[in-house]
């Protein structure tokens, strides 16, 4: 006769062997942000104000002319069925005739176009096209996580080629072993750039092609921020450096540009063989973005030139505020030249950029993201995403002044 606790032990044992998990979740380390994140969600269950600059999930409203298109989408019930694999025709036309306006590129909508469930999705299953275990990718550090994580879910392993202020966040590209070259089959970018907000020249994006057509590396180009380039200047498509579309695809997402983030919608353009690459993963793991999505986002893409530069605007506006109110507490930074964060190097007290972030939410009540969560070269610095409005971001520093969280 079995007792009650044989009984249970028992079923735990089963519970264990039948809930054994895949290796590659090993691989990825859960994000470190999650236990501030959980501590975040507590101190806003006791009713505390905190001002979240974590996430970059943009504040402002998604456009009206998306949301009025929503309202009719949602009636047609042709939008009910399955979208085709490929995306739908108007909304892979209206986004290759935004890539030609905008950088003056022709892309055929057909096969150089695929929508995808946002960039981070897309990101991530052609890591899964590409990447066989014990294959390399090249990923400037600190990165944008998902930049890392797509290879290592796939099996594969990173190289991380430092991003430093000395350097203006750009990569030194005559730094990287000639074995890594020969070994690495993508190569990650992003400028405006996550988390460090800096931007690059087109001189760069030019010797960076160059490289990879050299050592056959498929150019990974995610420009999340294009629309997010401060102080006049605009951001470069990959796609516009000669040659390129033979090696490289670039993401593209409405999340930013548009404010669209929980849409979920964004596509990849660019080389076609990539994309097809990209697509045979997709066919056979999702069936596209809800088509009510598609018709509403593809009208995202008529907004005028000067409509689009309000947001960059309102970032920069903010950018400027809270850079000037850090000077009085003895920060004094470079502005980054794009994207919506500020990259504030962790004071020299303390020994972690998560310490540092701790006290931010735990004194200040500010929620920030340590360094350390961008990969190896983001330890020593905090990233505040400017997604809140100016007197809030005010409040955010007024109260690290006033706790003592200071830069001496
Ligand atoms: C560089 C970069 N790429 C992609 C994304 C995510 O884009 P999406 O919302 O389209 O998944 C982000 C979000 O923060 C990002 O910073």
Same mark, same amino acid.
């Given at each position: 006769?079995?007792?009650?606790?044989?009984?249970?032990?028992?079923?735990?044992?089963?519970?264990?062997?039948?809930?054994?998990?895949?290796?590659?979740?090993?691989?990825?380390?859960?994000?470190?942000?999650?236990?501030?994140?959980?501590?975040?969600?507590?101190?806003?269950?006791?009713?505390?104000?905190?001002?979240?600059?974590?996430?970059?999930?943009?504040?402002?409203?998604?456009?009206?002319?998306?949301?009025?298109?929503?309202?009719?989408?949602?009636?047609?019930?042709?939008?009910?069925?399955?979208?085709?694999?490929?995306?739908?025709?108007?909304?892979?036309?209206?986004?290759?005739?935004?890539?030609?306006?905008?950088?003056?590129?022709?892309?055929?909508?057909?096969?150089?176009?695929?929508?995808?469930?946002?960039?981070?999705?897309?990101?991530?299953?052609?890591?899964?096209?590409?990447?066989?275990?014990?294959?390399?990718?090249?990923?400037?550090?600190?990165?944008?996580?998902?930049?890392?994580?797509?290879?290592?879910?796939?099996?594969?392993?990173?190289?991380?080629?430092?991003?430093?202020?000395?350097?203006?966040?750009?990569?030194?590209?005559?730094?990287?072993?000639?074995?890594?070259?020969?070994? #690495? !089959?993508? =190569?990650? +970018? $992003?400028?405006?750039?996550?988390?460090?907000? %800096?931007?690059?020249?087109? *001189?760069?994006?030019?010797?960076?092609?160059?490289?990879?057509?050299?050592?056959?590396?498929?150019?990974?180009?995610?420009?999340?921020?294009?629309?997010?380039?401060?102080?006049?200047?605009?951001?470069?498509?990959?796609?516009?450096?000669?040659?390129?579309?033979?090696?490289?695809?670039?993401?593209?997402?409405?999340?930013?540009?548009?404010?669209?983030?929980?849409?979920?919608?964004?596509?990849?353009?660019?080389?076609?063989?990539?994309?097809?690459?990209?697509?045979?993963?997709?066919?056979?793991?999702?069936?596209?973005?809800?088509?009510?999505?598609?018709?509403?986002? #593809? !009208?995202? =893409?008529? +907004? $005028?030139?000067?409509?689009?530069?309000?947001? %960059?605007?309102?970032?920069? *506006?903010?950018?400027?505020?809270?850079?000037?109110?850090?000077?009085?507490?003895?920060?004094?930074?470079?502005?980054?030249?794009?994207?919506?964060?500020?990259?504030?190097?962790?004071?020299?007290?303390?020994?972690?950029?998560?310490?540092?972030?701790?006290?931010?939410?735990?004194?200040?009540?500010?929620?920030?993201?340590?360094?350390?969560?961008?990969?190896?070269?983001?330890?020593?610095?905090?990233?505040?995403?400017?997604?809140?409005?100016?007197?809030?971001?005010?409040?955010?520093?007024?109260?690290?002044?006033?706790?003592?969280?200071?830069?001496?």
């Amino acid at each position: 006769m079995t007792t009650k606790s044989e009984k249970n032990s028992t079923k735990e044992e089963n519970s264990k062997s039948f809930l054994k998990l895949a290796d590659r979740l090993s691989y990825v380390p859960s994000y470190i942000f999650a236990k501030l994140d959980k501590e975040k969600q507590e101190l806003l269950s006791r009713g505390i104000d905190v001002i979240d600059l974590s996430l970059g999930s943009p504040d402002l409203p998604s456009p009206q002319i998306v949301i009025d298109e929503c309202i009719n989408a949602v009636k047609d019930p042709s939008n009910y069925r399955y979208p085709p694999f490929w995306g739908q025709k108007r909304f892979k036309q209206a986004a290759a005739q935004w890539m030609n306006n905008r950088f003056s590129i022709d892309i055929d909508p057909e096969h150089e176009i695929l929508p995808l469930t946002g960039s981070k999705e897309g990101i991530t299953h052609l890591a899964f096209a590409i990447i066989n275990p014990g294959d390399l990718s090249i990923v400037p550090s600190p990165y944008y996580p998902v930049h890392a994580r797509g290879t290592l879910l796939a099996g594969g392993t990173i190289h991380e080629l430092p991003l430093l202020e000395k350097d203006n966040f750009i990569p030194d590209l005559d730094s990287i072993p000639q074995p890594v070259l020969d070994k #690495a !089959k993508l =190569f990650f +970018i $992003s400028y405006p750039n996550n988390p460090t907000g %800096a931007t690059c020249d087109f *001189e760069f994006l030019e010797k960076l092609t160059r490289l990879c057509i050299k050592n056959q590396i498929l150019l990974i180009s995610d420009l999340a921020y294009s629309e997010l380039s401060f102080d006049g200047k605009t951001a470069s498509s990959i796609l516009q450096v000669k040659g390129a579309k033979d090696i490289a695809i670039e993401f593209h997402t409405l999340s930013k540009t548009y404010s669209m983030a929980g849409w979920r919608i964004a596509f990849v353009a660019g080389n076609r063989k990539i994309i097809e690459a990209l697509y045979e993963i997709k066919t056979n793991t999702d069936y596209g973005v809800c088509n009510i999505i598609q018709a509403s986002a #593809a !009208k995202a =893409f008529s +907004i $005028s030139d000067n409509e689009r530069k309000k947001n %960059a605007m309102m970032y920069q *506006e903010r950018r400027d505020i809270i850079l000037e109110q850090l000077k009085d507490i003895g920060w004094n930074i470079p502005k980054p030249g794009g994207a919506m964060y500020i990259w504030l190097p962790v004071p020299k007290q303390y020994k972690s950029s998560f310490e540092f972030s701790c006290d931010l939410l735990h004194k200040a009540h500010v929620a920030t993201i340590p360094g350390s969560s961008f990969g190896t070269y983001g330890e020593g610095y905090v990233r505040f995403a400017l997604v809140d409005k100016k007197e809030r971001l005010q409040e955010a520093v007024r109260r690290m002044k006033s706790v003592g969280l200071i830069n001496q």
